[in-house]
């Protein structure tokens, strides 16, 4: 027993009454090592401000920073059976959705708002890797399939934030189901003329990779995202050879045509609204004229 931070500690913050500091006011840069201010680091939305190592953030985090002033109306995600399987592993998957709710205060891995950027209203949906690293399950493809119904009905773009580590084993088959239920809507979009942009973040892998995430009119990666299908360990050891240095990355993958730029989060919002101005025949703003 640590009788300092069994005892020493929680009896200090008892008194002062500070038990909802945070633990770590400093976060280290896993590129460099730095040390950076946590408020510095939110503020500057969690890219590191000297190295641009973009940091993970939260589907909320990023639905604020990108809509314009940080309001925006969320959709409500459509209701769908709980463990449809009755999957069982080392833990009940009913227990784990469950657990992924209670730590991240979300229903499912899809966050999707009506809001506007620099003027223009839009459709965004965000998955948010922290609910089962953003995994794609039924409660996955409904929202995400509500969310371009709802750009088709307003007459919005869309623009997706994909991050991802593929399909959802819990859910089997239903999980696989979405990939080309997913692609149908998108279709949907295109054949009412409404620009679809997809935004690539750290990882998009998987079943995602293979589906909606590859379809926008438009593939924008964020720096140093690992984008793929499968994993750069796993395709080592299937073709036995060495990857090239940087395999997967956002980099990488715009040298050789997968992806249409890279673009620092900073700078995602307003090259979001420019491509989407010139994609609907708009006049640009007045301050980029």
């Given at each position: 027993m640590n009788w300092i931070t069994n005892y020493v500690r929680p009896k200090i913050s008892s008194m002062l009454g500070r038990r909802d500091l945070p633990e770590n006011l400093w976060i280290k840069c896993p590129e460099t090592g730095e040390m950076v201010f946590h408020k510095d680091l939110e503020s500057n939305q969690w890219v590191?401000?000297?190295s641009g190592h973009h940091m993970r953030?939260?589907?909320k985090e990023r639905l604020r920073a990108f809509f314009d002033g940080g309001k925006y109306e969320a959709l409500e995600n459509p209701k769908v059976a709980i463990d449809p399987l009755k999957f069982r592993g080392e833990k009940r998957y009913v227990d784990r959705l469950k657990d992924y709710k209670a730590r991240t205060g979300l229903d499912d891995t899809i966050l999707s708002a009506t809001g506007d950027i620099e003027g223009l209203g839009i459709v965004a949906v965000v998955q948010d890797f922290a609910f089962m690293g953003g995994s794609l399950g039924?409660?996955?493809g409904e929202a995400i399939?509500?969310?371009f119904m709802t750009a088709i009905e307003k007459k919005r773009p869309l623009v997706l934030f994909a991050a991802s580590g593929g399909a959802r084993m819990q859910e089997g088959t239903l999980s696989l189901m979405q990939l080309p239920r997913t692609t149908v809507v998108v279709e949907r979009l295109k054949e009412a003329g409404l620009p679809y942009i997809v935004v690539l973040t750290n990882p998009t892998t998987g079943g995602v990779t293979a589906s909606y995430a590859m379809l926008g009119d438009v593939h924008i990666a964020e720096p140093g995202a690992l984008i793929g299908f499968a994993g750069p360990r796993v395709i080592e050891q299937?073709?036995?050879?060495?990857?090239?240095?940087?395999f997967q990355r956002a980099e990488y993958l715009m040298d050789h045509g997968m992806v249409d730029m890279v673009v620092s989060r900073l700078d995602l919002k307003e090259t979001i609204a420019r491509l989407l101005r010139i994609m609907l025949k708009q006049p640009a703003t007045p301050a980029a004229a």
């Amino acid at each position: 027993m640590n009788w300092i931070t069994n005892y020493v500690r929680p009896k200090i913050s008892s008194m002062l009454g500070r038990r909802d500091l945070p633990e770590n006011l400093w976060i280290k840069c896993p590129e460099t090592g730095e040390m950076v201010f946590h408020k510095d680091l939110e503020s500057n939305q969690w890219v590191i401000p000297s190295s641009g190592h973009h940091m993970r953030i939260t589907g909320k985090e990023r639905l604020r920073a990108f809509f314009d002033g940080g309001k925006y109306e969320a959709l409500e995600n459509p209701k769908v059976a709980i463990d449809p399987l009755k999957f069982r592993g080392e833990k009940r998957y009913v227990d784990r959705l469950k657990d992924y709710k209670a730590r991240t205060g979300l229903d499912d891995t899809i966050l999707s708002a009506t809001g506007d950027i620099e003027g223009l209203g839009i459709v965004a949906v965000v998955q948010d890797f922290a609910f089962m690293g953003g995994s794609l399950g039924l409660a996955a493809g409904e929202a995400i399939i509500k969310a371009f119904m709802t750009a088709i009905e307003k007459k919005r773009p869309l623009v997706l934030f994909a991050a991802s580590g593929g399909a959802r084993m819990q859910e089997g088959t239903l999980s696989l189901m979405q990939l080309p239920r997913t692609t149908v809507v998108v279709e949907r979009l295109k054949e009412a003329g409404l620009p679809y942009i997809v935004v690539l973040t750290n990882p998009t892998t998987g079943g995602v990779t293979a589906s909606y995430a590859m379809l926008g009119d438009v593939h924008i990666a964020e720096p140093g995202a690992l984008i793929g299908f499968a994993g750069p360990r796993v395709i080592e050891q299937t073709i036995r050879e060495k990857l090239p240095e940087g395999f997967q990355r956002a980099e990488y993958l715009m040298d050789h045509g997968m992806v249409d730029m890279v673009v620092s989060r900073l700078d995602l919002k307003e090259t979001i609204a420019r491509l989407l101005r010139i994609m609907l025949k708009q006049p640009a703003t007045p301050a980029a004229a």
